[in-house]
């Protein structure tokens, strides 16, 4: 359970990711039909999931972080929207089944024990015509040391979501490398690997 590890770099003064949507989130969310509901899992201290509701998105943000949800809630009330949250470990969260029209997963890095499980869930979240929208660091990011985990098998690959996330059709796999500027921990030249797909 990441949690103790998360609500201690949650704790720090300001938002370590920063206030402002993720790039690729922003670029993307045009895919997601106006007001669609919307699944934010890993959302930390919120900056995306306030940025998708006030766009009119109606958003559940799920962390394990109690200390993160606390301040997605409070950038929410700032902004003057309203998310809906809850803190759960999501290998072990009652998953809804299809809920969703969409779900953003953003730098959601998980060990290779959970991550299939957990990438199948947000499949099974889904309504059938469903979105999700996801990006991850990848291995090179390693060289980088920009942000993400050090250990490589928190590390995604495009084979390996196309494997979890089966039942979707992709619209987008890419392999990136960018100019991230997210925070203080999400800062200079990065490795990403960016998923949209639509569940058949
Ligand atoms: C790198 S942060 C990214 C936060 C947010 N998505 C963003 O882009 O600002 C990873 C987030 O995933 C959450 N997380 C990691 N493993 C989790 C798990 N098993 N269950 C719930 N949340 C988890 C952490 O608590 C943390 O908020």
Redesign the pocket.
Known sequence: M?QTF?DERFSEEGFV?GTEP?AFLVEQAGCLAPAARVLV?????G??GVWLAGRGFNVLS????AV?IGKAKRLAAERGVDIATEV????TWKWPVAAFDGVVA?????PPA?RPIVHHCIVAALKPGGIVILEAFRPEQLVYGTGGPKDPAMLYEPRQLMSDFAGTEPLLLEETLIDLDEGKFHSGRAATVRLVARKR
């Open positions: 990441p998360w990711y993720n899992p890993g959302d930390g201290e900056r995306n799920v962390d394990a972080s993160g759960a470990d999501l290998a953003v730098f959601l890095h998980l959970i």
